[in-house]
């Protein structure tokens, strides 16, 4: 079984929609990021975080310590936001991450 | 600053081939990170060095060797490159202090 488990896998939506992405892990954190990795891209960092709530423009990404879940929010979804989104956990102990699959995201003008 | 810079970018190789992906990094990264990236697989640990001079396996250690050449550089070679070793390597660095993890922008490797 796979620590991390992202839902859904794919996702289309019309541009204009709110779109959530899913991530729950089974092992305890030191923190949950959420990445974005662009077709034939690199990957890039969105959020760090170990509680609560972060936004940086049209993304949100919150976590919930207790039951072991965090949400990617995109409002008002753009063509340009379609990627893989990438939700991974570090831990207190050792020195890795552990990943999810990837959700990938295609917004429709 | 250039953050975490892999070479080359794309590369084909021929079954038996050898060839090294070089990874360097000007961010002060204290540990440092090989990822292969399959479809449907997420990005599985190859291997990584926790500090300069140590260097661990990680989930999928099989037919690659690394070397930590310093703290800037972590190598990552493929002696008699396979199939099955077409993927999508990415090199990422991390401080020992903090928790984010910074990715090079991959390397695109087809083994025909």
């Known amino acids: 079984k796979n620590e991390v488990e992202q839902s859904p896998q794919n996702l289309t939506a019309q541009e204009g929609e709110f779109i959530t992405i899913n991530c729950s892990y089974s092992v305890g954190i030191s923190a949950l990021h959420w990445l974005q990795q662009h077709p034939g891209g690199g990957i890039v960092s969105l959020f760090m975080?170990?509680?609560g709530k972060k936004k940086h423009g049209r993304l949100i990404a919150t976590i919930n310590i207790q039951e072991k879940h965090s949400s990617l929010h995109i409002t008002a979804s753009h063509p340009r936001d379609s990627a893989v989104y990438i939700c991974?956990?570090?831990?207190?102990?050792?020195?890795?991450?552990?990943f999810g699959t990837g959700t990938s995201l295609t917004v429709i003008p | 600053n250039a953050g975490v810079t892999q070479t080359p970018k794309f590369q084909v190789l021929k079954t038996g081939q050898s060839m090294t992906l070089q990874c360097a990094q000007d961010m002060n990264h204290n540990s440092m990170y090989w990822y292969r990236q399959d479809p449907g697989m997420g990005l599985r640990l190859i291997y990584y060095?926790?500090?300069?001079?140590?260097?661990d396996k990680g989930e999928v250690p099989n037919g690659y060797n690394v070397s930590r050449l310093n703290k800037r550089e972590f190598s990552l070679r493929l002696e008699s490159a396979a199939p099955s070793q077409t993927s999508v390597y990415f090199c990422a660095g991390k401080k020992w202090t903090g928790n984010e993890a910074f990715f090079g922008q991959g390397t695109r490797l087809t083994v025909v």
């Open positions: 991974a956990v570090s831990r207190h102990t050792g020195n890795q991450f552990y």
């Open positions: 975080l170990s509680s």
């Open positions: 060095s926790a500090s300069e001079g140590t260097t």
